[in-house]
């Protein structure tokens, strides 16, 4: 069975990088048709799509945060990460990764468990 | 990017009710209008996808109806379980975007 799993660090200090890495297990992330995708939740607002990426490594990123956000892929190890730039607190959120079918903005039945980062001095 | 709106952010009701929740969009989407389900501490799970089909393992008192710009996501006989944040997402272009959301409460 398919499973996600968010890890990195849940502290992060003002103007540094947020680093957050997704492992898929039980299947393979070159699986044709599957986008990898980050979406956040910041306590008290609604969710927001980051960006996704494909197994070949193109990836997409919303426009608003697209100047902060790389996302990359390793299919040796069957993970993507995210690394975003000069966080403030306005980046403190529940981050998850999600699996998106059929293009890199589509429908997500797959997602981690979340994992809560801070970005806190 | 497409503005997702939802109705009412939050509305009270008991087991057994019915309730529906719409969910408008900025311009027309066709049918690309997914509905997720959130509890507190968890991540999202799909219920509806392309408007009206329900995901594998979603409960059949679930429904969702629409197309072009206004979405409704329809709970029939409310379980305990459903009490709930649910959330509409545009999956027309990119970026996509969700609803505010609408917490369903006791």
């Known amino acids: 069975q398919l499973q996600l799993q968010e890890s990195g660090l849940g502290l992060v200090k003002p103007s540094e990088t947020l680093s957050l890495t997704c492992t898929v297990s039980g299947g393979s992330i070159s699986s044709v048709g599957c986008y990898w995708g980050w979406i956040r939740h910041p306590p008290g607002k609604g969710l927001e799509w980051i960006g996704s990426?494909?197994?070949?490594?193109?990836?997409y990123y919303n426009p608003s945060l697209k100047s902060r956000v790389t996302i990359s892929v390793d299919t040796s190890k069957n993970q993507f990460s995210l690394k975003l730039t000069s966080v403030t607190a306005a980046d403190t959120a529940v981050y998850y990764c999600?699996?998106?079918?059929?293009?890199?903005?589509?429908?997500?039945?797959?997602w981690g468990q979340g994992t809560l980062v801070t970005a806190s001095s | 990017d497409i503005q997702m709106t939802q109705s009412p952010s939050s509305l009270s009701a008991s087991v057994g009710d019915g309730v529906t929740i719409t969910c408008r969009a900025s311009q027309s989407i066709s049918s690309y209008l997914n509905w997720y389900q959130q509890k507190p501490g968890i991540a999202p799970k799909l219920l509806i996808y392309?408007?009206?089909n329900l995901q594998s393992g979603v409960p059949s008192r679930f429904s969702g109806s629409g197309s072009g710009t206004d979405f409704t996501l329809t709970i029939n006989c409310l379980q305990p379980e459903d009490f709930a944040t649910y959330y509409c997402?545009?999956?027309?272009?990119?970026?996509?975007?969700f609803g505010g959301g609408t917490k369903v409460e006791i």
């Open positions: 997402q545009q999956s027309y272009s990119t970026p996509p975007t």
């Open positions: 392309a408007a009206s």
């Open positions: 990426i494909y197994y070949s490594g193109t990836a």
């Open positions: 999600a699996r998106h079918m059929g293009s890199h903005y589509g429908r997500m039945a797959l």
